[in-house]
């Protein structure tokens, strides 16, 4: 069974930083799209940034040029940073694993927390 847990959720202040970690158990890891999705209040579920199999990146409009996703191979680990956060960007940040081993695998981590308030 393939676990997704995501960590490093809170509250921060316009302007500043975090970063999420989503750790996944399992041999799916190398055979995944990696990626990061967030939802809003009242909102869609929408895709933040993702990270291929051969290290290649997309990002959401809005958030290019203040994200940044990145991956650990040796620790099974995909890493978002956000840097200057804004109100907007506060929602629940879901991990997200992707791909074709056998059969189609799609799994989803359990989401956190990302406020940015004053």
């Known amino acids: 069974q393939v676990q997704l847990v995501e960590s490093g959720g809170g509250l921060v202040q316009p302007g500043g930083s975090l970063r999420l970690s989503c750790a996944a158990s399992g041999s799916i890891f190398s055979r995944s799209t990696m990626g990061w999705y967030r939802q809003a209040p009242g909102k869609q579920r929408e895709l933040v940034a993702r990270i291929f199999t051969a290290g290649s990146t997309n990002y959401a409009d809005s958030v290019k040029g203040r994200f940044t996703i990145s991956s650990d191979n040796a620790e099974n680990t995909v890493y978002l940073q956000m840097n200057s956060l804004k109100p907007e960007d506060t929602a629940v940040y879901y991990c997200?694993?992707?791909?074709?081993?056998?059969?189609?695998?799609?799994?989803w981590g359990q989401g956190t927390q990302v406020t940015v308030s004053s």
């Open positions: 997200n694993a992707r791909g074709t081993y056998v059969f189609p695998f799609d799994y």
